[in-house]
């Protein structure tokens, strides 16, 4: 069995919702044909590495996600929302630095 903790993970309209219910989850929503995006995956694979666990590093592609990128009135790409427990805590806009994002994914996960 694969353990989705260690991965960066594809969400989907149907996986989304459970998948930031609870925990510390952050996810970017992005598009194949967006540089930006591609220039934050190996960011986010090695914010990944580093939390190793602590919080769900996702994915959502709003080409084929539109409803949920719509709900969270996502304008631009890539923007990275932050979850705790279901609700947003945090928003960002473009490509983030990998100390960044784990600093805040840090913060939230001491609050827990």
Not at 27 to 53: H, K, T
Request: proline share 3%.
């Amino acid at each position: 069995m694969v353990d989705l903790k260690h991965q960066v993970v594809n969400l989907t309209s149907e996986s989304f919702e459970k998948a930031v219910s609870e925990g510390v989850v952050l996810v970017d929503f992005w598009a194949e044909w967006c540089s930006p995006c591609r220039m934050q995956a190996p960011i986010l694979i090695e914010v990944n590495e580093e939390i190793d666990g602590r919080a769900l590093i996702a994915k959502l592609n709003v080409d084929d996600n539109r409803s949920i990128a719509a709900q969270y009135n996502i304008r631009s790409i890539p923007t990275m929302l932050l979850f705790k427990d279901g609700k947003v805590e945090k928003q960002f806009v473009g490509v983030q630095q990998k100390q960044t994002l784990v600093n805040t994914l840090n913060e939230l996960l001491k609050l827990k």
